[in-house]
């Protein structure tokens, strides 16, 4: 039973430049949430997608935008990338809006590095 | 609001104990643990629950103290395996997003 895939795993892109990174939930999941985590710090939440709607958001700003499709996998686009926007971007999967007795499923993440 | 953990780092010998700390300043509803290997995806360890009892399996187990807001994590007669970065996750209300503390790096050598 497949996990949380994310791709691509690895990203070098130039200030200013538009970035998307996917995310294909584990199989049975219905829900996606997106998180930052920078170096040697903890996830920090993004957003959450589920029945193709963002229905929580972080305080990130209007440059970070998602997208969820019918089969429930995700997109995470970035806009006029700033070198503060490095970092590995975490997906996490989940059934239904409550993350339940059974938690996040995480994706390994993509690297995403801002030069 | 930031949930703080501690501590920062440890270093065990394989086979001793240790226990990891979780503290917030809000009333919880939920907090997560999951252990972080580098280079991987952060794996779910167990679940507390407002209200529940202490969790987990003969060695990770954890508890959640109420009154205090505090989660604490314990890993008994450590394995080289343990080795990761713990995090946990804390909720305010049923469905909302978890908020991640700044982890706490385990380091369990031979």
């Known amino acids: 039973d497949a996990g949380v895939t994310q791709s691509p795993t690895h990203l070098i892109k130039t200030r200013g430049q538009q970035v998307t990174l996917r995310c294909s939930p584990k199989?049975?999941?219905?829900?996606v949430s997106w998180y930052q985590q920078a170096l040697g710090q903890g996830p920090q939440f993004i957003f959450q997608y589920y029945e193709e709607e963002e229905r929580q958001r972080g305080n990130f700003p209007d440059r970070f935008s998602g997208h969820q499709f019918p089969n429930y996998s995700s997109e995470l686009n970035v806009n006029a990338l700033l070198l503060g926007d490095s970092a590995l971007y975490l997906c996490a999967s989940s059934l239904g809006l409550d993350i339940g007795l059974n938690g996040y499923t995480f994706g390994s993440g993509t690297r995403l590095t801002v030069v | 609001q930031q949930p703080v953990q501690s501590p920062q780092a440890v270093i065990l010998r394989e086979g001793e104990d240790a226990v990891i700390n979780c503290s917030s300043s809000?009333?919880?509803?939920?907090v997560h643990w999951y252990r972080q290997k580098h280079g991987e995806a952060p794996v779910f360890l167990m679940i507390l629950l407002k209200g529940g009892e202490q969790k987990g399996h003969e060695k990770i187990s954890a508890s959640f103290n109420e009154k205090k807001q505090q989660s604490s994590l314990y890993l008994t007669a450590s394995q080289l395996s343990y080795s990761g970065t713990y995090f946990c996750g804390t909720a305010r209300i049923s469905g909302s997003r978890l908020t991640f503390g700044e982890g706490t790096q385990l380091t369990v050598n031979p």
């Open positions: 809000k009333a919880l509803y939920s």
């Open positions: 199989s049975g999941h219905d829900t």
